[in-house]
Nanobody, 129 residues
Framework: QVQLVESGGDLVQPGGSLRLSCTAS?????????IGWFRQGPGKEREGVSC????????YYADSVKGRFTISRDDAENTVYLQLNTVRPEDTAVYYC?????????????????????WGQGTQVTVSS
């Protein structure tokens, strides 16, 4: 069974940094799939934040995080990272990672939630002074 596990969420001050990890426990050939990061803030819909394609050949960022967040992957470790820099209170959310449904395809644009599967349980990021 495919399982993705997020970690790294924490309480951070505005302007600070944080690195989130998304690790695949088992069940699929990790480097054959694009991986997306989504977030859901209090009272908001889940939205696509970033995505990295097969072998890291392409990346995508939502306008709200472009220039502040960086996505990367280490296929040897079955892990995708999301580096959050210059965080803002509006970045407060539960962050989720998920696998794109189709193998050997780059990220679908826009990042539509229904095209992703094997969701992790999420990791909480709170930006507050």
């Amino acid at each position: 069974q495919v399982q993705l596990v997020e970690s790294g969420g924490d309480l951070v001050q505005p302007g600070g940094s944080l690195r989130l990890s998304c690790t695949a426990s088992s069940g699929f050939t990790f480097d054959d799939f694009a991986i997306g990061w989504f977030r859901q803030g209090p009272g908001k819909e889940r939205e696509g934040v970033s995505c990295i394609g097969v072998s890291g050949g392409s990346t995508y960022y939502a306008d709200s995080v472009k220039g502040r967040f960086t996505i990367s992957r280490d296929d040897a470790e079955n892990t995708v990272y999301l580096q959050l820099n210059t965080v803002r209170p509006e970045d407060t959310a539960v962050y989720y990672c998920a696998r794109y449904y189709y193998r050997d395809y780059d990220c679908p644009l826009p990042l539509v939630r229904s095209l992703f599967e094997s969701w992790g349980q999420g990791t909480q990021v709170t930006v507050s002074s």
